[in-house]
């Protein structure tokens, strides 16, 4: 099992990090952290790096709902999503796969709110 899915637009960096924003709220999902990878390279390390961003994004009510089941799931919240330019107006979104991540687990609530995760993303990364 793999764990992340992805899909490659034709577009630039930042039309698709637009479209991936809008298709996770459309998806139920807010972004609750960004994380600036090549910015963030440039700046410790003083290095250049392709166009890559971070995009935490969590479905408050299942978060809620899979913390009420497990407290340590934190750690594994919120749902990360990449965003990576990997040529000219080629840009591929890759998200995590909840249900892998959570294969330590053997509480069958807590992977049955995985899955449910899960298909939300993956609508999200299709339907881009």
Known sequence: MGYYFSKTLQVGFDEAVRRTTEALKQGGFGIITEIDVTRTFKDKLGVDFRNYRI???????????????????????????????IAHD???????????????????????????????????????
Not at 57 to 76: H, I, R, S, W
Not at 104 to 127: F, H, M, W, Y
């Open 90 to 128: 080629r840009t591929e979104i890759a998200a995590i796969d909840p249900v892998a991540s959570m294969q330590a687990n053997e509480d069958p609530d807590l992977k049955a709110s995985a899955e449910r995760v899960q298909t939300l993303l993956r609508n999200v990364i299709d339907g881009l």
């Open 55 to 85: 995009l935490g994004a969590c479905n408050p009510q299942l978060a809620y709902e899979a913390l009420q089941l497990e407290d340590k799931v934190g750690t594994m919240l919120p749902c990360n999503v990449v965003v990576q330019e």
